[in-house]
């Protein structure tokens, strides 16, 4: 007996998760959509919560062949030397985790793609900064926090020709979802911005450090990969094949 997938073994992405209050009860949490978006993409979702240490992460990407970023609250301003304004749900063990994952991933070239905060993440935790709050620092940029629901597509995007992002989705512009109030401001030293919304908002970032995959998307490729020609399935392949199938 034969299959196409014989031999192959599964590869395992890490995915990270917020924390949060509700009911008196701290909770883990991660939309299902990440989970589904991931395992479309043949790879095995392995969920990691905020770590108390943050030296376990050696562990677990000693047992991992990728990771991805999920969304969530705001990074603490302090991580780019800025005071706070006008920040939401911060969460210092998160913050914590997700950056020594990301740097630790970097020096062993673990493929890594970032979502919404996980833009800003890789971003943050290699030297760049945030635009705290796009409504209130950049007047007249378009409605980034779309009370459209997280399926629909409310502003389009431009990809930079030759970039990892615009060779994934297969197109030079494309309308995307966008459900954040911050963005890359000042980029990190060794990534590149491979795509813009129409105000100039920074929508992906990609590094061009030898031997490290990784990608950085403001929008929620997770919650518009339903429909089986959407190209943002793209990103999710992308990684798979970072990975090496
Ligand atoms: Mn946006």
């Not at 677990?60 to 603490?76: E, F, N, S, W």
Request: proline share 5%; charged share 25%.
């Amino acid at each position: 007996m034969s299959s196409v997938s014989e031999g192959k073994t599964a590869q395992i992405v890490a995915v990270t998760t917020s924390v949060s209050r509700e009911d008196d009860t701290y909770r883990y949490r991660l939309n299902q959509s990440y989970v589904q978006a991931v395992e479309n993409a043949r790879l095995v979702p392995v969920l990691i919560p905020p770590l108390r240490d943050v030296r376990s992460v050696e562990r677990v990407l000693d047992r991992v062949d990728g990771l991805v970023l999920t969304g969530g609250g705001d990074i603490a301003p302090l991580r780019y030397g800025a005071e706070s304004r006008n920040v939401r749900s911060v969460s210092a063990p998160r913050d914590a985790t997700e950056i020594e994952l990301v740097l630790e991933a970097r020096r062993r070239g673990i493929p890594t793609l970032g979502i919404c905060r996980g833009i800003q993440i890789l971003n943050v935790a290699f030297g760049g900064s945030l635009v705290q709050d796009i409504g209130t620092d950049w007047p007249g940029a378009l409605a980034h926090d779309q009370a459209a629901p997280r399926t629909a597509r409310s502003h389009s995007i431009s990809l930079e020709a030759g970039s990892i992002v615009r060779e994934a989705l297969g197109a030079p512009a494309m309308e995307v979802n966008s459900l954040h109030h911050q963005a890359v401001d000042r980029l990190a030293d060794g990534f590149v911005v491979t795509a813009r919304s129409g105000d100039g908002v920074v929508e992906a970032i990609e590094s061009r450090i030898d031997g490290w995959w990784a990608i950085g998307v403001q929008w929620h490729p997770e919650d518009l990969v339903a429909a089986p020609d959407s190209p943002d399935r793209g990103l999710f392949n992308a990684l798979r094949r970072a990975i090496g199938e």
